[in-house]
């Protein structure tokens, strides 16, 4: 049982859009990463996911709105909702997942990530 400090595991990498796990809670996977720029549309259909905003402001669309996201805000996407999150500057933000949860979901390409590091 040891802390982590958040801004230190993401000291530790610069690459944007490939999460790291950074801790586990019973069958979940707690996930740090930097994103930046668009990513791709797409969901979830098994598993709920937890964005929450360490750094900046992240723009999570939807088919039917538009949601921002400010440092410390967070906002769970139900599995099955489509989304496509848009970083305008980096954002550090936190995920809480199932483990085995695709950053890509439902889409394959090069921005899968399907072995993920642990810091």
Known sequence: MDKVNL?????L??????????????????????????FVWHKHDEQDEMFFIIKGRLLLKFRDRDVWLNEGEFIVVPRGVEHLPVAEEEVHL???EPQGTLNTGNVQNERTVADLQRL
């Open 7 to 11: 801004a230190e595991k993401l000291s």
């Open 13 to 38: 990498f610069s690459e944007h859009w490939s999460p790291k796990i950074v801790g586990e809670v019973q069958g979940m996977d707690v996930k740090i990463a930097k994103l930046k720029g668009e």
């Open 94 to 96: 936190m995920m809480i």
